[in-house]
């Protein structure tokens, strides 16, 4: 079977788009990536979605034209997918850009992603899966994370406790361990307040390559002041994203100290609050190793301090050790949700989540005839049986 899966993270900065070939032997599902490709929004868009993010107000006018404008971009993603398949493919995961996620004294009550999934079929021909979080959601759990399903079925739990983290706009980690149940939770910020900072200060989307935080000094009491965000301390499961730590938040943070902080000096804190909070969950589960991907990887400035905070405790590498893209991981776990659901098979899981119940993920638009036993041609009139 081969999947093209789309991502678009709480980054907000494209889509990534990767096709995938599933084939199953034994109790082992092969996956043969079968390449990935990165798609800009651009600023226009950007700044649509910047627009309609909390803290921001906005209209059903702006939600629906946003939500027609991404589906627009998602069917030129899904296209590409079928050119990296090299052939058909037989369903397309669209997960579609979060534009809420509804937390209510730590229970998720809702979530909204926009990405006119209709275009997308339309488009293609082919089946699209999309809304995967809301029926883990509806089993009680918080619909997020959902790569963990990948994860814990990637990494090798015997070699002894591993984390998978995830460095996106949020950070995310996944943790196996022999004998023990799959955790998954978001940490904390990863890109999201460094994004926001870098938007505010430098009129640029990110600190390319941690340039900036390089530079500069991180400050005492501004870190101890974002490192008390209760957030950090609720246990899992839990889940969290830009209608938290966004842009309003760190102008809260920066009012409350009352000083000025210059920009070089902001950005290496902001990094070290994202370092220290990942290895501290990295520390609380006695993790031997942490396999990281996402577009945090490509900051090497975060990198360095994450690896130095972990030195004698557990190893630091990438996902492209183990074969998946790091760029691209996300968007491979997509594919293998759509695999399951194709199936009938959950992918939630409720140890992470904290659902009731393990669920089948999302719901299909059909492109064509849903299953082999169609009709062969429409009805002409309906009559009743008594």
């Not at 997308?120 to 082919?126: E, K, L, S």
């Not at 499961?237 to 009012?255: N, Q, W």
Request: glycine letters at 12%.
């Amino acid at each position: 079977m081969r999947v093209v899966g789309l991502m678009s993270g709480t980054s907000y900065d494209g889509v990534d788009v990767v096709a995938a070939e599933f084939a199953v032997e034994g109790d082992t599902l092969w996956l043969r990536p079968l390449g990935h490709r990165g798609l800009d929004y651009d600023e226009e868009l950007r700044a649509e979605i910047a627009a309609l993010l909390p803290p921001a107000t906005t209209t059903i006018e702006a939600v629906c034209r946003l939500d027609n404008r991404l589906g627009e971009v998602f069917a030129d993603a899904a296209a590409i997918g079928l050119e990296l398949a090299g052939g058909p493919v037989d369903a397309v995961v669209s997960p579609g850009q979060t534009v809420f996620h509804w937390v209510d004294d730590g229970t998720v009550r809702g979530t909204l992603q926009l990405g006119a999934v209709a275009r997308v079929a339309a488009r293609v021909g082919v089946p699209v899966l999309s809304d995967l979080r809301s029926a883990d959601i509806a089993a009680g759990g918080q619909g997020a994370p959902l790569v963990p399903a990948f994860d814990a079925l990637l990494l090798d739990a015997a070699a002894g406790p591993r984390a998978a983290l995830n460095l996106g706009g949020i950070a995310n980690l996944t943790v196996v361990a022999p004998g023990a149940p799959v955790l998954g939770y978001d940490v904390g910020p990863a890109n999201a307040l460094l994004d926001a900072a870098a938007r505010r200060f430098l009129d640029q989307p990110c600190d390319l390559d941690g340039a900036r935080a390089a530079a500069g000094r991180v400050h005492p009491g501004l870190l101890a002041a974002l490192l008390a965000e209760p957030y950090y301390a609720a246990a899992p499961p839990k889940s969290t994203g830009k209608e938290l730590f966004h842009a309003g938040y760190l102008d809260r943070h920066l009012a409350a100290l009352g000083e000025p902080v210059p920009v070089d000096d902001l950005l290496a804190t902001l990094t070290e609050l994202t370092a220290r909070v990942v290895a501290a969950e990295c520390d609380r589960h006695g993790v031997v190793e942490v396999i990281a991907a996402g577009g945090g990887v490509r900051n090497p400035t975060l990198l360095g301090r994450l690896a130095a905070l972990g030195a004698d405790r557990w190893r630091l590498r990438g996902t492209d050790e183990l074969g998946v893209p790091a760029q691209a991981k996300e968007a491979y776990a997509f594919a293998l949700l759509g695999w399951l659901s194709w199936h009938g098979l959950p992918g939630s899981i409720p140890s992470v989540t904290g659902a009731a119940r393990a669920a089948v993920l999302g719901s299909w638009t059909p492109a064509g005839p849903a299953y082999s036993g169609t009709p062969a041609g429409p009805p002409r009139r309906l009559r009743i049986r008594p």
